[in-house]
């Protein structure tokens, strides 16, 4: 079965940098674009980036554009969400998500899901 695992999460101060792992197995990885969402407590899920196929196509939310890099490894079905200049409102829960026929951050869209990391930023 399809498997979808995130790493990577922790506490950090304001200014700090974080990398965010996620492998998947259980599907043909280069046959699925890629994205990471979030969720703050008493927030509602947000699409955070997304990334095609072979990875020359990434999309961002405005509130991360400029301090996150989204890439792949599909030697190593491992996509990746470098973050930096992480401010305290970047705080939640982050989840890597895989979906076969759609690009773009609607989360409904998507097919698998992992369990998620907390990345805690402090002030």
């Known amino acids: 079965q399809v498997q979808v695992v995130e790493s990577g999460g922790g506490l950090v101060q304001a200014g700090g940098s974080l990398r965010l792992s996620c492998t998947a197995s259980g599907l043909t990885f280069d046959d699925y674009f890629m994205g990471w969402f979030r969720q703050a407590p008493g927030k509602e899920r947000e699409g955070v980036s997304c990334i095609s196929r072979r990875g020359g196509t990434t999309s961002y939310a405005a509130s991360v554009k400029g301090r996150f890099a989204i890439s792949r490894d599909n030697l190593k079905n491992t996509v990746y969400l470098q973050m930096n200049s992480l401010k305290p409102e970047d705080t939640a829960i982050y989840y890597c998500?895989?979906?076969?026929?759609?690009?773009?951050?609607?989360?409904?869209?998507?097919?698998?899901w992992g369990q998620g990391t907390q990345v805690t930023v402090s002030s």
């Open positions: 998500a895989a979906v076969r026929a759609y690009y773009g951050l609607a989360g409904d869209e998507y097919d698998y």
